[in-house]
């Protein structure tokens, strides 16, 4: 009777299995029924070391098979049987890890993400630093294809070189790639990676999961609620929205057009034939190199003015053209908010572009550049022993490689066409903008190319002062 008892037991550990295998989780299934096995082994190999039967009980029957090694091996059999006990259960400890856990190889995982994208119209991508980007071409397509139907959302500030490319190619595509703010953000997902997508019929559907200590390996987080996905991706839409563009870390700020208030022909050239009853004729090229040497920091203004005019000035009428032209250009208060607000928010910006000494000497002195924290690099201080000017584009190889930054990670704000193409070709990211046209345009494009986001701007905007007019 009691064996019919542990028969019947047991058929029904194998039913409650199968059932758990195929309407739940096979690991759960597949568990119970090693660890009933186990149990069953281990209780019937240990019976005789808590279970005494009289000998005249004991029969050939294979269920007494460990009472009559006991009487045989006595105390030889308690030592083994023991040894075998314990032995078992640290297998079953074992085998539990290594072949039921919920842990997913980084090759297996990303099939499964394959998979998963390929009737998404919609996708939202959690990742750190996205580095599975490198050799998963699918996903990678599939992001591209999707454009700005594909939000991806970076936790990690630290990108690889190898990825700043793939990270650039994805933004050329119009696919919405952000990073983290950490100036503004708390970081929700800082443990969870995964996709939430939107699929051909409309469903929202998710696939998470979780690194594990090995570093290797992913546990798979299984989420089924349809409240619970709906609440992470509105989660991620709110974060997503502040979040900020994963590439740029440095702006070069260009500075006469851009950062001063000032105008070449009207507050100098001009004053100085009224003074000094003169004829000096300009081009447009001027205000981009007046003089080569003197953006060097070879020669002076007064020089500059003594060459176009053929003239050699009297004392008082030099010092009337060097407090002229040190007058000319000053910060535009607005610009000077908006570069404190760049700095708070983490990024590194630098004074940027061609100026002569005297006036880029002056401008440090009086505390023009305080509000930032690159230093400057600026023709006349030929940094890089060279003597370039903007817009060659040696110019912008040799700030990346004095600086020793990467060229995807730049931005340049410049209000000159020429300086921008150039920027361009050498992997920078670029806005042309000139002061003249007020600090809004500049503040909505930085939004365009998530530098600073929508609440920074409507920050800026609350507590900007009115718009300075810049001369005419």
């Known amino acids: ?104 190889s980084t090759r297996k995982i990303n099939k499964k993400y394959d998979n998963f994208v ?42 690889g070189n190898n990825l700043k490319s ?15 703010d950490s100036s503004t953000s708390q970081n929700s997902f800082s443990k969870l990676r995964g996709h939430i997508k939107i699929d051909s019929t409309g469903r929202t559907k998710c696939l998470f999961v979780e690194k594990t200590l090995e570093g290797s390996k992913y546990n798979k987080i299984e989420i089924t609620n349809g409240f619970i996905i709906q609440s992470l991706k509105e989660e991620f839409i709110s974060m997503h929205s502040e979040s900020v563009n994963p590439l740029i870390k440095y702006i070069a700020l260009d500075l006469g057009g851009v950062y001063f208030n000032g105008d070449f022909n009207n507050d100098f050239v001009n004053v100085i034939n009224k003074k000094l009853n003169l004829d000096v004729k300009t081009t447009s090229q001027d205000t981009v190199i007046l003089d080569e040497e003197l953006n060097l920091g070879k020669i002076d203004i007064v ?22 032209w040190k007058s000319v250009w000053e910060p535009n208060k607005e610009m000077k908010q908006l570069v404190k607000l760049l700095v708070d928010k983490g990024y590194k910006v630098y004074p940027f572009g061609n100026i ?43 700030f990346t490689e004095y600086r020793q930054i990467n060229n995807l990670e730049v931005l340049l704000i410049d209000d000159e066409k020429k300086d921008i193409e150039e920027a361009i070709k050498c992997g920078w990211s670029v806005i042309e903008f000139n002061i003249k046209d007020g600090v809004n345009p500049l503040i909505n494009e930085l939004v365009d190319k998530r530098i600073l986001n929508k609440k920074d701007r409507d920050q800026f905007t609350t507590e900007k002062q009115p718009l300075a007019t810049a001369p005419s």
């Open 118 to 159: 390929k009737d998404a119209v919609e996708l939202y991508v959690i990742g750190s630093d996205l580095d599975f980007l490198k050799d998963n071409k699918d996903q990678f397509n599939k992001f591209k294809q999707l454009r700005s139907n594909c939000k991806i959302l970076c936790t990690s500030n630290s990108i």
């Open 303 to 324: 020089k500059v003015w003594e060459k176009r005019t053929n003239k050699t000035f009297k004392k008082e009428d030099k010092k009337l053209i060097k407090d002229t």
């Open 166 to 180: 793939k990270y650039k190619e994805l933004l050329d595509s119009d696919v919405d790639i952000r990073r983290i």
């Open 356 to 398: 002569d000494k005297e006036n880029g000497e002056h401008y440090k002195v009086n505390g023009y550049f305080n509000n930032f924290n690159g230093e400057s690099f600026m023709s006349y201080e030929r940094l890089c022993n060279k003597d370039i000017l903007l817009p060659n584009e040696e110019f912008y190889k040799a």
């Open 1 to 104: 009777m009691s064996g019919n008892f542990v028969l019947f037991l047991v058929c029904i550990l194998i039913i409650y299995s199968v059932w758990l295998y195929f309407r739940f989780n096979k690991h759960i299934a597949l568990e119970i029924l090693i660890t009933g096995a186990l149990i069953t082994v281990i209780g019937w190999i240990n019976i005789p070391n808590f279970f005494v039967l009289d000998s005249k009980l004991i029969s050939d029957d294979i269920r007494f098979l460990p009472y009559k090694f006991a009487n045989k091996y006595n105390i030889f059999y308690i030592i083994i049987s023991s040894t075998v006990l314990v032995s078992l259960i640290e297998a079953m400890k074992v085998l539990q890890k290594i072949t039921f856990s919920s842990e997913i």
